[in-house]
T-cell receptor
Framework: DADVTQTPRNRITKTGKRIMLECSQT?????MYWYRQDPGLGLQLIYY???????NKGEISDGYSVSRQAQAKFSLSLESAIPNQTALYFC?????????FGPGTRLTVT | GQQVMQIPQYQHVQEGEDFTTYCNSS?????IQWYKQRPGGHPVFLIQ?????EVKKQKRLTFQFGEAKKNSSLHITATQTTDVGTYFC??????????FGKGTKLSVIP
């Protein structure tokens, strides 16, 4: 949905670098999520936030951190990127029924 | 959290043939959601099932939730090239903290 935007859309970085992926939404939802997608592994939840003051770890939070700067903004950081963090990253928001995904950020760590 | 197994991982069909993907769990599920991800795109919500034995249809797509609420299926009748993509099932507390299956990648041969 255009209501959920992610920047950058593509990023190549080197091992050991710190990188931030940003997500913004105009849907007015309190709930936001970060997922990682690897081929054949589906969508794995990294972190989720139910409001600005509520942040929770997902299945695979090691090596990642997040910041919820406002209701509309949820950022994902890799403090020291490693090659096995090469993946497609999706941000999502949700209402009471469904999740709305952003277009994704393709991250390559060399 | 609840786990769901999705089969098959890949399916190649001739255009016009039917297609089915299955989502199975060893525990009773509160709900099941289905999402479609087109190649190069992001997951898009298709439907949610919550009732035992529920069947819902969307044009050529038929979604079922098992009587025991431990499995679900998505059936596409007479596939078209526009059906190409990866289909994911997910489960959780409403739309929150969804756990996704690994997806079924559908290829349609014209």
């Amino acid at each position: 949905d255009a209501d959920v935007t992610q920047t950058p859309r593509n990023r190549i970085t080197k091992t050991g670098k710190r990188i931030m992926l940003e997500c913004s939404q105009t849907k007015g939802h309190d709930r936001m999520y970060w997922y990682r997608q690897d081929p054949g592994l589906g969508l794995q939840l990294i972190y989720y936030s139910f409001d600005v003051k509520d942040i929770n770890k997902g299945e695979i939070s090691d090596g990642y951190s997040v910041s919820r700067q406002a209701q509309a903004k949820f950022s994902l950081s890799l403090e020291s990127a490693i090659p096995n963090q090469t993946a497609l990253y999706f941000c999502a928001t949700s209402d009471t029924i469904k999740q709305y995904f952003g277009p994704g950020t393709r991250l390559t760590v060399t | 959290g609840q786990q769901v197994m999705q089969i098959p991982q890949y399916q190649h069909v001739q255009e016009g043939e039917d297609f089915t993907t299955y989502c199975n769990s060893s525990t009773t599920l509160s709900n099941i959601q289905w999402y479609k991800q087109r190649p190069g795109g992001h997951p898009v919500f298709l439907i949610q099932l919550v009732k035992s034995g529920e069947v819902k249809k969307q044009k050529r797509l038929t979604f079922q939730f098992g009587e025991a609420k431990k499995n679900s299926s998505l059936h596409i009748t007479a596939t078209q090239t526009t059906d190409v993509g990866t289909y994911f099932c997910g489960t959780g507390a409403g739309s929150y903290q969804l756990t996704f299956g690994k997806g079924t990648k559908l290829s349609v041969i014209p």
